[in-house]
């Protein structure tokens, strides 16, 4: 019923001028736009938006294969968060659990060519740390995280752990959960780590990453402004630049880092916001619109995780159901709404990346790829009912007339919940649009039946 109403909401856009008080007035503010021109394209993707922040099972092998190659899953980040043996401040043999399933995790990522970024503030144990514990560098004695870093580091080598690692240096220590101690102490373990990793030539290929904070770079916040002092005052800069976005907005944080990397004169290197999205943005709309801003400016993403216990080691970070979502061990795999979304970005947005603009009032906003027989474009409303626009400029680029009629077919990312199944999109039909002056611009509507749905349009290039 929803795809039938779609379909004939779809067929509005010819009538633009003839029912102007059904459609809302297009402006910058509402309309996302494409530049199909041969100058403006951005390279092939890489799907710089398919990580995933733990989501790998205990028994790496229990979700099957095909769920981590069917959306071209390329970044883990692992280190056995919430097991019941709590790390290296519990004794070693909680250390080695958490080890363990940091190792067997690294080599089911492996397996599909992942970069593998590890949490050593997870095998510390700080979930299960508090005030009282002990922290690495307490009263200036730096003993006990000395012979950690040689436990850990070891261990890496031993298990031949080192290709496409990422040390990521210790987890949002600005945040108030993972680091109980001062800015100061966590500088002074920044300098620490980075220099007692650069000094082994064994671990030369292994990247250094952070500060992973929670909060988005601020030239207000002095965790972000003594942080760039330090790295440059002591010649520790990572080999990646890492925050979160939980909430956040790349299209926000991007100007205010390059504040701070000018100020600091910061060389410029790849960023990963290696956890975005919130919980309630997990929808295939918000999956959409995450890619979208990501792959606009080339940044590097995984997907926050919101399960807790086993089952935040489990699902993929909310892309995957299962028969019985209580059943640790259960089988049965099936993708969620989102997971489609993966899915057509990986094996169906082939070509070269377009360059994009978003809706000016941010709500909206599209990924598209010219491939040698269509031209796709991915669009996600972010947790928004309403009515937008894409403008869709030179067209003929592709091939096609200047004027005269584009078909687009729509597909229906449709979602239902984190454990809802989805078995694929749903065909929304082809509606051929008017257009002269090599431009065409189409609504997109997010009606209550379709509120957390995203959208693929594709037209066919010219010959
Ligand atoms: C169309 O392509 C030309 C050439 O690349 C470019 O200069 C122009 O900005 C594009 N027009 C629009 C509206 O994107
Ligand atoms: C960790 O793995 C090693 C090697 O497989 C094994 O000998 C050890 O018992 C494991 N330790 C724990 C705590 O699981
Ligand atoms: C802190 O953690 C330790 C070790 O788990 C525990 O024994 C202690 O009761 C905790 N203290 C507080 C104040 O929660
Ligand atoms: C995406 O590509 C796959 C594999 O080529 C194909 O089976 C599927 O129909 C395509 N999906 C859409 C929505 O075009």
Redesign the pocket.
């Given at each position: 019923m929803a795809s039938k109403l779609l379909s004939l909401l779809a067929a509005l856009p010819i009538c633009i001028n003839a029912a102007p008080n059904l459609l809302p007035r297009q402006d910058s503010g509402n309309t996302a736009?494409?530049?199909?021109?041969?100058?403006?394209r951005r390279g092939a993707p890489q799907n710089l938006a398919s990580g995933v922040l733990y989501g790998i099972p205990d028994d790496p092998t229990q979700i099957p294969d095909n769920f981590y190659s069917d959306m071209g899953y390329n970044y883990a980040r692992i280190g056995g968060a919430q097991l019941a043996e709590g790390g290296w401040s519990e004794g070693i043999d909680a250390y080695y659990a958490r080890f363990n399933n940091t190792r067997d995790n690294y080599i089911q990522a492996r397996k599909f060519g992942a970069k593998v970024i590890v949490l050593p503030h997870d095998i510390w144990g700080t979930d299960h740390a508090n005030d009282s514990t002990v922290w690495p560098g307490d009263n200036g004695d730096w003993t006990n995280y000395d012979q950690y870093l040689d436990q850990l580091l070891g261990d890496l080598k031993a298990n031949d752990m080192l290709d496409g690692l990422v040390y990521d240096t210790w987890n949002e220590p600005d945040g108030g959960y993972f680091w109980k101690r001062s800015q100061a102490q966590y500088l002074d373990l920044w300098s620490r780590t980075y220099q007692r990793i650069r000094q082994d030539s064994d671990l030369s290929g292994v990247w250094i990453s952070g500060p992973s904070y929670a909060g988005t770079p601020n030239t207000g916040n002095d965790w972000w402004t003594n942080w760039a002092a330090r790295i440059v005052a002591d010649n520790t800069i990572p080999d990646q630049y890492t925050w979160h976005d939980e909430p956040g907005d790349v299209a926000v944080d991007i100007p205010q880092w390059q504040s701070i990397q000018s100020q600091y004169s910061l060389p410029n290197k790849e960023i990963n916001i290696n956890e975005y999205a919130t919980f309630d943005q997990q929808i295939s709309a918000g999956a959409a619109w995450w890619i979208s801003r990501l792959e606009r400016y080339n940044l590097r993403g995984l997907r926050g995780n919101w399960l807790s216990g086993w089952q935040l080691r489990d699902f993929l970070a909310s892309l995957l159901t299962k028969t019985d979502t209580n059943d640790y061990t259960g089988t049965g795999y099936a993708g969620n709404g989102e997971y489609n979304v993966y899915k057509y970005y990986y094996n169906n947005m082939t070509g070269e990346r377009a360059?994009t603009t978003s809706t000016g009032d941010g709500v909206m906003d599209v990924y598209a790829t010219v491939g040698t027989d269509k031209a796709r474009v991915l669009t996600g409303v972010l947790n928004q009912q309403g009515t937008w626009f894409i403008?869709l400029?030179?067209l003929s680029?592709l091939g096609l007339s200047t004027s005269g009629v584009l078909n687009i077919q729509t597909w229906g990312f449709d979602d239902a919940g984190h454990f809802g199944a989805v078995a694929g999109p749903s065909d929304r039909g082809v509606y051929g649009h008017q257009y002269d002056g090599?431009?065409v611009t189409f609504p997109v509507y997010q009606t209550s039946q379709d509120e957390n749905t995203a959208w693929g349009f594709e037209f066919a290039v010219g010959g």
């Open positions: 736009t494409v530049d199909l021109s041969v100058g403006a360059t403008t400029n030179n680029a090599d431009t």
